[in-house]
């Protein structure tokens, strides 16, 4: 005899149906079970060693390179002379030909309250050839330094390639920890992604543009060597009107080129580039984008123009993340999301990084486009043809991790972890990148986050594993 009536055998297949689509409803991803130990971030004193000045006469510091073309056939090469604006050229030679060429840089200080900057030297290196080791000297018959690079193979849908992602990066002792972690993680990365926030130099009174030196002292090791791809973030700003100083971005804008102009844009602080298989689009959070201004002509212009057969990956960075499920920074980015997500979906981005958020955050292929104030319709939902957005703020700064999260984690949101860290993403073909992302208390190697990225153009298969 069955002891259960039809109707109790009802209210329970009723309960368990609610009971699992509870289950469903909540299920977000994964936040990590490793927690970090609560430590403070602090500044690396001026006395560090990664912060000491080379010896010499006038000799050339805070050597950085980024890629000077739209298409990786040059290198921005910038130093800063402390004592005289002499030494403006840049000698160089493939390590093939040994044929030294010459070229001419430009000078540049300025002032920011009391501080006046060293001479910024800026000098564009042309018409290289691809996937080529050059070594270059600066400085001149006082203290000249050498150091080299590779140039990247010449721009193909199959080609192979190495980024480092790193944001938020600050001159702490966990600062230090990312950028050892990078340089020895086997993967080995050609050129670095970097999302915004760099010194944090205004976090000290008056802005104190000494940590903007010290800086690119420390970071010279990593990108005297390879180019780092430079976003502005609200660290750039250093707007300052009650010290008299109202023009915003100064000390960055002077410090690091970047060619915008080979992409059409107006200004430094959106542009684009091309390097071996990969479209690079740079925007700017903190620069007007809303209908009609420069940046959003810019970027409606530019994403048709990109030709996936050419360049199959198309990557975005941005400091302010459009999806962020921790309690900081909280919908900072919902506005260039509303401006700008559509476009991305319809041009299928494959991956937008993001820094801002002390903190790491890996999302699933989401959208959020339907809404249109009056429809309801405000959840972001699963959709192929969008990016995978990735916050990777956790570089070591000053102002320490965000460890508070919303609960439940979201669906949208695949793995998050308050870490500091960096990442990779190893382009294989057209079709397949492997990215991972490391972080600082794992060994070099130890990938504490990782998956198969499928490139959307050419191989949109789901990746998600739920
Ligand atoms: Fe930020």
């Known amino acids: 005899m069955n002891p259960l009536s039809s109707s109790s055998i009802c209210s329970i297949v009723i309960i368990s149906i609610l ?71 840049v000698v160089y030679w493939s390590e093939n030909s040994k044929e030294k060429k010459k070229a001419m840089g430009k000078v540049y200080t300025y002032k920011f309250y009391n501080y006046t900057s060293g001479y910024i030297h800026h000098c564009t290196i042309r018409n290289l050839e691809y996937d080529t080791k050059y070594y270059y000297v600066v400085g001149d018959r006082n203290s000249m330094r050498k150091f080299w690079f590779t140039t990247p193979p010449e721009v193909g849908p199959d080609v192979p390639y190495t980024f480092g992602i790193m944001g938020d990066l600050g001159q702490t002792y966990a600062s230090n920890l990312t950028l050892t972690h ?51 973030g609200n660290h750039e700003i250093d707007f300052a009107p009650e010290i008299g100083e109202t023009k915003p971005f100064k000390p960055y804008t002077h410090r690091y080129h970047v060619p915008y102009r080979a992409s059409q844009s107006t200004a430094p602080f959106w542009y684009s580039i091309k390097r071996a298989s990969t479209y690079i689009i740079v925007l700017s959070s903190y620069s007007a984008y809303g209908k009609y201004t420069p940046q959003n002509q810019w970027l409606e212009q530019e994403l048709p123009k990109v030709n996936r057969s050419e360049t199959p990956w198309l990557i975005v960075l941005m400091h302010s993340p459009w999806y962020n499920s921790y309690s900081y920074h909280y919908m900072e980015g919902e506005t260039m999301r509303v401006m700008y997500e559509p476009w991305f979906v319809e041009h299928k981005v494959d991956i937008v990084l993001s820094g801002h958020v002390h903190a790491y955050e890996r999302s ?31 570089g070591g700064n000053i102002e320490g991790l965000a460890n508070n999260m919303t609960e439940p984690q979201p669906e949208y949101s695949a793995y998050r972890e308050a870490s500091f860290g960096h990442a990779i993403f190893d382009i294989k073909n057209r079709t397949h990148a492997h990215y991972s992302w490391h972080r600082n208390h794992d060994g070099y190697a130890v990938e504490a986050d990782s998956m198969w990225f499928f490139n959307r153009f050419w191989n949109p298969v789901d990746e998600s594993s739920r």
């Open 364 to 394: 699933e292929r989401i959208s959020n486009v339907a809404y249109n104030i009056v429809n309801g319709i405000c959840s972001p939902v699963k959709d192929q043809s969008a990016p995978i957005y990735i916050t990777i703020g956790d």
């Open 182 to 232: 990078y340089e020895k993680n086997p993967l080995n990365g050609q050129a670095v992604l970097f999302v915004g926030d760099l010194s944090y130099a205004d976090n000290h009174p008056n802005h104190d543009n000494v940590r903007w030196d010290t800086w690119a002292r420390f970071v010279e090791r990593s990108v005297a060597y390879q180019p780092w791809i430079w976003t502005a």
């Open 19 to 89: 009971v699992s689509n509870s289950v469903l409803l909540c299920i977000g991803g994964k936040t990590s079970i490793y927690v970090r130990k609560a430590e403070k971030s602090v500044e690396m004193p001026l006395h560090s060693d990664v912060f000491q000045a080379p010896s010499g006469y006038n000799a050339p510091q805070q050597v950085h390179i980024t890629q000077g073309d739209h298409i990786g056939k040059a290198v921005i090469v910038s130093w800063v002379t402390q004592d005289e604006p002499r030494s403006n050229t």
